[in-house]
């Protein structure tokens, strides 16, 4: 079984600062993938970063980028440069190899103008 | 653009009517997709995972009778809430994975279901 904790249900940023969310899991699975998604308003699920559990290497995509602590089973999500839009509630998703995902409670980001 | 559709994005029905939502993949093949259920400001909870050509699995306390799965082919998976009842008024979200390319999951929009 997996499990999946998320312990900030709301953050708050300013403006072009850079905001961190935490993420630890757990897992009995030997193979799997991590995954960052923003629910907007609007509820769509939006993918902000995958990373594979099998590579080192932090993922990176532009602003986002992950702190992926594998024996530590931490997965934090660094936010640079924030800007109005990233606004959301953010989940933070295990998925095992047949795609069944386990979501965290969620972290709910103001950002501040 | 979108590649899981889900249908429609919101419903209002009678208690006690049944309602039916549909997934589906647009450019690949799922022999699995999944069906969660997410009350307002929570997390997204699996209610099932449905299997292509057999049973659903079902996540313990979902009632197999009451959220009824049908993926009977490689693109489409229906979730058909019966006797729907004021408390089962959430939204439903459904997610597929292409399994050939070995993707992320990928979402519908969303169904959010209002039992009156």
């Known amino acids: 079984a997996q499990t999946v904790t998320q312990s900030q249900p709301e953050m708050s940023v300013q403006e072009a600062e850079t905001v961190t969310l935490s993420c630890t899991y757990d897992?009995?699975?030997?193979?799997?993938?991590l995954f960052w998604y923003k629910q907007p308003p609007s509820r769509q699920m939006i993918l902000v970063i995958r990373?594979?559990?099998?590579?080192?290497q932090n993922a990176t995509e532009n602003r986002f980028s992950v702190n992926f602590q594998k024996a530590a089973k931490s997965f934090s999500l660094k936010i640079s440069d924030s800007q109005l839009g990233d606004a959301a509630m953010y989940f933070c998703?295990?998925?095992?190899?047949?795609?069944?995902?386990?979501f965290g409670d969620g972290t709910t980001l103001t950002v501040k103008p | 653009g979108a590649v899981v559709s889900q249908h429609p994005s919101w419903v209002i029905c009678k208690s006690g009517t049944s309602v039916k939502i549909e997934c589906r993949s647009l450019d690949f093949q799922a022999t699995t997709m999944f069906w969660y259920r997410q009350f307002p400001k929570q997390s997204l909870m699996l209610m099932a995972t449905s299997n292509e050509g057999s049973k659903a699995t079902y996540e313990q306390g979902v009632e197999k009778d009451k959220f009824l799965i049908n993926h009977a082919s490689l693109t489409l998976s229906t979730l058909t809430v019966t006797s729907a009842h004021p408390e089962d008024s959430s939204f439903y979200i459904c997610?597929?994975?292409?399994?050939?390319?070995?993707?992320?999951?990928?979402f519908g929009q969303g169904t959010r279901l209002t039992v009156v």
């Open positions: 897992t009995s699975e030997s193979d799997y993938y």
């Open positions: 998703v295990h998925n095992t190899n047949a795609g069944k995902s386990t």
């Open positions: 997610s597929a994975r292409n399994e050939v390319r070995n993707t992320e999951a990928f």
């Open positions: 990373q594979e559990a099998y590579k080192q």
